[in-house]
């Protein structure tokens, strides 16, 4: 299983191709656990209780097993896949989620959450309706292009040094 460094290194060796190959196939990328994003927002959580980081730093960031225990320490144990997220819990390691957002390394991108966050443009604008989905995929493009288009609209900076470093 690749962790998240590995897949950044995949997609800078791979460049563009296996993931233009997922985008176009339309496939879910294979998880370590099936994490079904419609269950649990119907529980009444925000995206922003799992993804800490997305309303005020750089990174959204994908929550800890230590988070997953705060309930499966006790709901839902008997479920194949929880079974699974317990066992990672047991042994102390973090669960190696694969990417499904992300860029090349080669491109020098830097792309930050929170400015967006505070524009107000919401997370669905650019994920699609993740309450919806189940595994997570890639639903939107992003590309210079698409980043473009809206700093336009909204009158945001086009200076390169903003998205790149
Ligand atoms: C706020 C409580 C809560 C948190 C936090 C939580 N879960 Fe769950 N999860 C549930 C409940 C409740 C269910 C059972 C829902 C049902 O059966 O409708 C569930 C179900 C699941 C399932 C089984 C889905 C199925 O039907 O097979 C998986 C897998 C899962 N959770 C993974 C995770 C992971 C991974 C995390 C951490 C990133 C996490 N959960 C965090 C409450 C939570
Ligand atoms: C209970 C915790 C939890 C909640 C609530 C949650 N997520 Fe997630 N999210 C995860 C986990 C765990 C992953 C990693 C598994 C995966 O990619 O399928 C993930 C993956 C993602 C990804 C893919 C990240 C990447 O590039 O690898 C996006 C985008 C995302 N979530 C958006 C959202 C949005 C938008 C919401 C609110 C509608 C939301 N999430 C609510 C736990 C959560
Ligand atoms: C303006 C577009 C945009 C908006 C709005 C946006 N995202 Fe993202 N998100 C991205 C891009 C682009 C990436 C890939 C960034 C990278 O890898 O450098 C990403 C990556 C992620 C990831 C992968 C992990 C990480 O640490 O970055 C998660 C999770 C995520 N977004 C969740 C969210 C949630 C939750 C919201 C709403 C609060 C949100 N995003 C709003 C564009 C957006
Ligand atoms: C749907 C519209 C939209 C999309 C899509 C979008 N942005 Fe933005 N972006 C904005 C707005 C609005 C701001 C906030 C400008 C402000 O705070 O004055 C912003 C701000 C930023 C900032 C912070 C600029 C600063 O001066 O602090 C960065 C970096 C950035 N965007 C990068 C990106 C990248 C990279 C992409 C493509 C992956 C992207 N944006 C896609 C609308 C968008
Ligand atoms: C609003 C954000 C944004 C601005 C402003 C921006 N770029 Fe980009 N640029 C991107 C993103 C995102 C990518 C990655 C596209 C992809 O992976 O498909 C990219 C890709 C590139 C690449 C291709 C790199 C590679 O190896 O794949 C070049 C070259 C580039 N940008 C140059 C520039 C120059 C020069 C400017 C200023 C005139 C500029 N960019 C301004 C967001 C931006």
Not at 3 to 11: E, K, M, P, S, Y
Not at 59 to 79: D, E, F, N, Q, Y
Not at 130 to 144: C, F, L, Y
Request: charged residues 20%; contains cysteine.
């Amino acid at each position: 299983m690749f962790d998240r460094w590995d897949t950044r290194v995949l997609f800078g060796a791979r460049a563009l191709c296996l993931a233009g190959f997922f985008a176009l196939a339309g496939f879910a990328q294979q998880q370590p656990v099936a994490f079904p994003h419609n269950t649990h927002m119907k529980l009444g959580l925000a995206c922003v209780d799992c993804h800490t980081g997305a309303d005020v730093r750089a990174t959204a960031g994908i929550p800890s097993v230590k988070t997953c225990m705060l309930c499966h320490a006790k709901l839902a144990r008997g479920k194949p896949e929880v079974q699974k997220v317990i066992g990672y819990a047991d042994k102390k390691i973090e669960i190696p989620w694969v990417r499904v957002y992300g860029f090349s390394e080669a491109a020098h991108v830097q792309f930050r959450h929170a400015p967006h966050y505070r524009a107000g443009i919401s997370c669905a604008t650019c994920h699609g309706d993740v309450a919806k989905g189940t595994v997570a995929e890639r639903t939107v493009t992003h590309n210079m292009g698409t980043c473009l288009t809206c700093h336009r609209q909204r009158q945001a900076s086009q200076d390169c040094a903003t998205c790149h470093y």
